[in-house]
């Protein structure tokens, strides 16, 4: 089936699984500028996942394409599609399509589509072509928020799977370190996360980093990075945080 005839058969099938009333509240809590049709995640993943069984002989350039086709509509739940397409689809990708991935997240408006599009594609990507890790460190290091969180949450695989840890923390934390500076919201909660990740099965590099930052580090990520710490290392940072920190002077989130 062309490209362009799959593309309106998926969003055919966004406008079916619509929930009533659920694209304005959904608008509404994303503070979105784009369009809703009000198409729950679980749906539309379980929508991809049929087109992957079903077009198994997509090539790399037409997925890219296919992407591109969905993105090109101002629709949350097309560009969501895209995302979840070319997760779906994630080995056809080389590690130049991070000119692709880039261009999605500059045009991403939204954590929603963010945290799709890094974690679950230029995530995996990192994994399978390691050498794409130059663009990932250079979207963290980028000022536009969006892009910056993309490059963090990049390393969401390689952090969260026990083998690929410690390869990939030393260069996660070299990535981290010049941005605890950065005191926007979702910047701090992505590292929090990334070394919540880490945590689940390298509890003790984990501590040992943000130990070593408790005079720059964020509350906010000090909390989600300890949230899987073992209890005593968690309140042993907790404590040591609040002495560097006294009420009034504490760093903001």
């Known amino acids: 089936m062309p490209v362009p005839f799959l593309a309106e058969e998926i969003r055919t099938r966004l406008e079916e699984n619509a929930v009533p009333g659920r ?14 049709v009000g198409v729950p995640l679980p749906a539309m993943r379980r929508l991809v996942r049929d087109l992957v069984r079903s077009h198994p002989g997509l090539t790399r350039d037409e997925v890219a394409e296919l992407a591109l086709e969905l993105w090109s509509r101002p629709v949350h739940e097309h560009r969501s599609a895209a995302l979840l397409i070319l997760a779906g ?11 692709l ?13 963010v945290d799709l599009l890094a974690p679950f594609v230029a995530g995996r990507l990192l994994l399978d072509r390691p050498e794409a890790q130059d663009d990932i460190r250079r979207w963290a290091v980028d000022r536009k928020q969006w892009v910056r969180r993309g490059g963090i949450l990049s390393f969401l695989l390689a ?9 990939w923390f030393p260069v996660f934390g070299e990535v981290a370190d010049p941005l605890l500076e950065d005191d926007r919201f979702f910047v701090r909660k992505a590292i929090g996360w990334m070394l919540r990740e880490g945590a689940k099965h390298h509890p003790g590099p984990v501590a040992d980093w943000l130990g070593d930052r408790l005079d720059r580090v964020s509350g906010l990520t000090l909390r989600e990075g300890a949230r899987r710490l073992p209890d005593a290392d968690a309140e042993r940072l ?7 920190h006294p009420r009034g002077t504490r760093r903001r989130t």
């Not at 991935?101 to 589509?113: I, P, Q, S, V, Y």
């Not at 907790?238 to 560097?244: D, M, P």
Request: charged letters at 40%; one cysteine or more; aromatic letters at 10%.
């Open 23 to 36: 694209a304005v509240d959904e608008k509404r809590y994303l503070k979105s500028d784009l369009e809703h």
């Open 89 to 99: 689809y994630v080995g056809r990708l080389e590690a130049e399509d991070t000119e």
């Open 101 to 113: 991935l880039e261009r999605l997240l500059r045009e991403c408006h939204t954590w929603a589509h």
């Open 238 to 244: 907790l404590a040591e945080y609040a002495r560097l």
């Open 159 to 167: 952090l969260r799977q026990e083998q690929d840890f410690p390869r």
